[in-house]
Nanobody, 126 residues
Framework: QVQLVESGGGLVQAGGSLRLSCAAS????????MGWFRQAPGKEREFVAA????????LYADSVKGRFTISRDNAKTMVYLQMNSLKPEDTAVYYC???????????????????WGQGTQVTVSS
């Protein structure tokens, strides 16, 4: 089992920045990748960014590329999401997920992950 706890969400004006953190505990030694997804009211959970744990490769959704940066701290088994130039359409609950092994689903799909955190709310006012 892996437990994930997100933090760092909040209310920010458009153009502002936030840094989300996700701390993993439990069976983290077999981490393959970690990622961030978000879900706005009435919408499906959508991919934001992912990072491969061994080769540091990163993936981003087109909507956040150039504005968001995903990074990790192996020693602490934490993943971060630096969000700059925030827009009202970035408003959502942000979830952290961990994949313990490669699957037939891409890391851009929520099906590619094994465990999820409870989420942290990000609200961007216009």
């Amino acid at each position: 089992q892996v437990q994930l706890v997100e933090s760092g969400g909040g209310l920010v004006q458009a153009g502002g920045s936030l840094r989300l953190s996700c701390a993993a505990s439990g069976r983290t030694f077999s981490t393959y990748a970690m990622g961030w997804f978000r879900q706005a009211p009435g919408k499906e959970r959508e991919f934001v960014a992912a990072i491969n744990w061994s080769v540091r490769g990163t993936l981003y959704a087109d909507s956040v590329k150039g504005r968001f940066t995903i990074s990790r701290d192996n020693a602490k088994t934490m993943v971060y999401l630096q969000m700059n130039s925030l827009k009202p359409e970035d408003t959502a609950v942000y979830y952290c997920g961990v994949a313990q092994s490669p699957k037939s689903y891409t890391l851009r799909s929520y099906r590619g992950y094994d465990y999820w955190g409870q989420g942290t709310q990000v609200t961007v006012s216009s």
